[in-house]
T-cell receptor
Framework: KAGVTQTPRYLIKTRGQQVTLSCSPI?????VSWYQQTPGQGLQFLFE???????NKGNFPGRFSGRQFSNSRSEMNVSTLELGDSALYLC?????????????FGPGTRLTVL | GESVGLHLPTLSVQEGDNSIINCAYS??????FIWYKQESGKGPQFIID?????DKRQGQRVTVLLNKTVKHLSLQIAATQPGDSAVYFC???????????FGTGTRLKVLA
């Protein structure tokens, strides 16, 4: 079974631009979560989707948004990029509906904002 | 490789010794916990999980202990190997919230 895939793996943008990151969950997994990882803040929860519905959102500004498609693939978008958005963005998928289930992570997308 | 955390607490152990990594969690309502291992340049990898109705769970070379009274979680790695060198995170979750809260992480260094 293929794991969680994320594209692109590396991205360089400049301040003010926007970016879209993509995540394909493990086949059969319907829950997708996104996290931001930085050396200073660690792993911070962004949002979680299940069957195209966002069920929870972390404490991030509205510039961070996401969506999930009917095939469970998910995208996250960051608009008006700031230097502080430079981070590793991780996607995780889970097979079951509720929390309290094993999450499998992708390799992440390394975003650098110049 | 990419740096997961520049100022993480570090645990150094001799190869072959047992390692114990500790984690204090924040929410007394949390009922599910996971330990993850993250190697440089990779996403976190699931190691072992435990639900709040248990206080101990064993896997292959790993044991997780949960003390709900003091909101403490620990990961024990038996016979630590060089391949165990990584950053280890605990994560907590509460049913119905659909989110995980991660600890700050501990870097494990295995000395040959």
């Amino acid at each position: 079974k293929a794991g969680v895939t994320q594209t692109p793996r590396y991205l360089i943008k400049t301040r003010g631009q926007q970016v879209t990151l993509s995540c394909s969950p493990i086949s059969g997994h319907r829950s997708v979560s996104w996290y931001q990882q930085t050396p200073g803040q660690g792993l911070q929860f962004l949002f979680e989707y299940f069957s195209e519905t966002q069920r929870n959102k972390g404490n991030f500004p509205g510039r961070f948004s996401g969506r999930q498609f009917s095939n469970s693939r998910s995208e996250m978008n960051v608009s008006t990029l700031e230097l502080g958005d430079s981070a590793l963005y991780l996607c995780a998928s889970s097979s079951l509906q509720g929390a309290g289930n094993e999450q499998f992570f992708g390799p992440g997308t390394r975003l650098t904002v110049l | 490789g990419e740096s997961v955390g520049l100022h993480l607490p570090t645990l150094s152990v001799q190869e072959g010794d047992n390692s114990i990594i500790n984690c204090a969690y924040s929410n007394s309502a949390s009922d599910y916990f996971i330990w993850y291992k993250q190697e440089s340049g990779k996403g976190p990898q699931f190691i072992i999980d435990i639900r709040s109705n248990m206080d101990k769970r064993q896997g292959q070379r790993v044991t997780v202990l949960l003390n709900k009274t003091v909101k403490h979680l620990s990961l024990q790695i038996a016979a630590t190997q060089p391949g165990d060198s990584a950053v280890y995170f605990c994560a907590e979750s509460t049913s119905g919230t659909y989110k995980y809260i991660f600890g700050t992480g501990t870097r494990l260094k295995v000395l040959a």
